[in-house]
């Protein structure tokens, strides 16, 4: 990774300089979301296509920020190594200290239930009977009727266009709305934090 070989000496480096990468592909997506004013429709098929591409790699994004700062797994098989093992979850709370990093300040960011719903979207079909509409995107030509029912009925993926904010559902039904603009400050001071570390 980077041209360099992971070792026991520089892994938690690695993590960080990872982390910073995956802070990165996050940027680009909101950067993208919202700062797009024409889409190319030889790349992008339609509206839909190219916002929830940009919202599943952010999603995404986020979920390996969270893997490697926020970690719960206990110790996993190595290949080919014996030394230095830490679990996950150990090395999770070492780069937590080695970068100052309070998870409690980004909590967009840390927000799992968010990526569940998108990841698990196959589960949470099942859970409200296959009864959920999804991917809808919400502008100022979308009818009233149509608004009212995508935001008071359950809909799984949501991006509203005016309010620039990703609306989606828990696996208790609970609505969760992801401001895209809190988000990319989020992810800025995130990566500033995170370049501090390497000095």
Not at 2 to 30: G, H, Q, R
Not at 49 to 73: D, E, P, R, V
């Amino acid at each position: 990774m980077f041209n360099e070989k992971i070792t026991a000496e520089n892994e938690l480096l690695m993590f960080i300089k990872m982390a910073i990468k995956n802070t990165d592909f996050a940027l680009i997506s909101v950067d993208y979301i919202l700062n797009t004013k024409t889409i190319d429709r030889n790349v992008y098929y339609d509206e839909h296509t190219f916002y929830f591409y940009y919202i599943q790699n952010l999603l995404a994004a986020c979920g390996n920020l969270s893997n490697i700062f926020n970690s719960k797994l206990g110790f996993v098989r190595r290949i080919g190594r014996t030394s230095n093992i830490i679990s996950p979850a150990e090395r999770s709370k070492e780069l937590r200290w080695l970068c100052n990093l309070n998870l409690k300040e980004f909590p967009l960011i840390f927000q799992k239930e968010a990526r569940n719903t998108n990841m698990h979207f196959d589960e949470r079909y099942d859970e409200f009977n296959r009864q959920l509409g999804d991917y809808n995107i919400l502008d100022e030509n979308t009818p009233y009727d149509m608004r009212n029912e995508i935001l008071n009925t359950p809909h799984l993926r949501t991006y509203n266009k005016q309010d620039q904010v990703y609306i989606t559902i828990g696996c208790s039904g609970n609505r969760i709305e992801y401001p895209l603009k809190q988000l990319r400050q989020e992810l800025a001071a995130l990566k500033l934090l995170l370049n501090k570390s390497l000095k």
